[in-house]
């Protein structure tokens, strides 16, 4: 597990208190925790999700992220904590006692069952009135009005994954479960699906927490992103603000790939920070540096460089870094990847958009980098710096 420097561990932004679980018509978890015999999966988790919203924990596997989501459906029973959805405690409550409904990567259809019936399933059981015209409108909304009578097995992944939905949402839960749902898609369907998905919230207007390991899924749709590890959230905010400005080593290693270079703090002044990296000076905002100490990583996204020929002027005054030779080269259509092996050893990844305006560099070629200061971030040195480096592809 990484330390962590500046991370909020609860889901309130940096300035601002939990809110008053009693009177929130959000879901808020207060100091929620979870243990399996020994092991602590969830640890004094302070979350407040917004009504209305499309929220995302994104994390590795075993990061405690579904195990969240099973207490908040009531699969799971707490340790210790509150779960208040809407200013009702629901920490103890029964699966279906509460305002919440589940999304499964596997679906978990009728097979005996058209997709009208599957859909009408949760209000036939219920005795509500008005059956045809809530399906239909369901079945509407998820672009499935012309399948009604055809079974599960004659459905796509896709189509089946949409019928779940539909059956969820016609319950008018507070708040929709995703759990993996898009996992057992191919790449193709499953990005038009997060656009779907997205699009019915917007339309639907419900709270969504969708569970998820795949941070392109998450940053997609997601208006809120909380990264979990080993229980804890690094860091929680917009997905452009994590990507841009994370707080952790874990947070700017899951979120794509961050060259993270040593340094030490040579000067802080009220809005940058000049650090003294392997002799060469650069600089850094105030604003994303998230370490008092003397010592840090100096943080920069391989797309944020820029290389050119020893000597050439690049366009990104403030942070130039000479003595590169090209070590490696990547070309993958929009972008040509390059690792630089710096003077002090270490090889930084570049990724360089084949715009046409520069020429594609060679393997042993000497080149110089350059990045602006204002993208740049710093981290604490206690850090790992592999940290969240190693994503796997099944949850847990």
């Keep these: 597990m990484s330390q962590v420097a500046e991370a909020p561990s609860s889901g309130s932004s940096d300035s601002d208190a939990p809110a008053d679980a009693s009177t929130y018509d959000g879901l808020a978890l207060r100091q929620l925790e979870k243990d399996f015999g020994a092991f602590r999966a969830v640890r004094s988790l ?18 405690g992220k579904t195990t ?20 009702q405690d629901i920490t103890y409550a029964k699966p279906y006692q509460r305002p919440v409904n589940t999304v499964f990567q596997s679906y978990a259809l009728f097979p005996h069952l058209d997709i009208y ?11 509500k009135g008005d059956v045809d015209a809530q399906v239909r409108e369901m079945l509407d909304l998820v672009e499935l009005g012309s399948q009604v009578r055809k079974k599960p097995v004659q459905l796509s992944g896709g189509q089946q994954q949409r019928v779940a939905l539909a059956r969820a949402l016609i319950n008018r839960p507070e708040v929709l479960l995703l ?3 898009l996992g057992a898609l191919d790449l193709k369907l499953r990005r038009s699906m997060q656009i779907e998905l997205k699009r019915i919230q917007d339309e639907v207007g419900l709270t969504f927490i969708h569970v998820t390991h795949d ?5 997609t749709m997601a208006d809120t992103v909380a990264v979990m590890n080993a229980g804890l959230i690094e860091q929680m905010g917009a997905p452009a603000e994590l990507y841009e400005n994370p707080r952790s080593t874990f947070v700017a290693n899951f979120l794509g790939q961050s060259n993270l270079i040593d340094g030490t703090i040579k000067s802080r002044a ?3 920070v000049t650090v ?8 850094v905002r105030a604003d994303r540096t998230h370490t008092q100490g003397d010592k840090g990583w100096i943080g920069i996204r391989p797309e944020k460089v820029l290389i050119g020929e020893e000597g050439e002027s690049l366009d990104a005054p403030g942070n130039t870094v000479p003595g590169g030779v090209v070590t490696d080269v990547s070309f993958v259509g929009v972008s040509t990847q390059y690792l630089v092996r710096m003077p002090w050893g270490q090889e930084l990844q570049v ?5 046409g305006r520069h020429r594609l560099f060679e393997e042993g070629e000497r080149v110089e980098l350059s990045w602006r200061p204002e993208y740049a971030f710093l981290l604490d040195a206690s850090q790992d710096a592999s940290a969240g480096a190693q994503k796997i592809d099944s949850d847990g």
């Design 46 to 63: 302070d979350l407040d999700v917004p009504r209305g919203s499309f929220f995302a924990l994104l994390g590795p596997s075993g990061c």
């Design 68 to 87: 969240t989501l099973r207490m908040v459906a009531g699969l799971e029973s707490p340790t210790s904590g509150t779960i208040t959805l809407a200013g």
């Design 117 to 127: 019936e599957n859909v009408a399933f949760g209000l036939r059981r219920r005795k």
């Design 179 to 181: 759990d993996e749902p």
């Design 215 to 219: 941070q392109e899924e998450a940053m």
């Design 270 to 272: 009220a809005d940058v």
């Design 276 to 283: 003294d990296m392997h002799g060469i000076d650069v600089s």
């Design 351 to 355: 990724f360089s958009q084949n715009t």
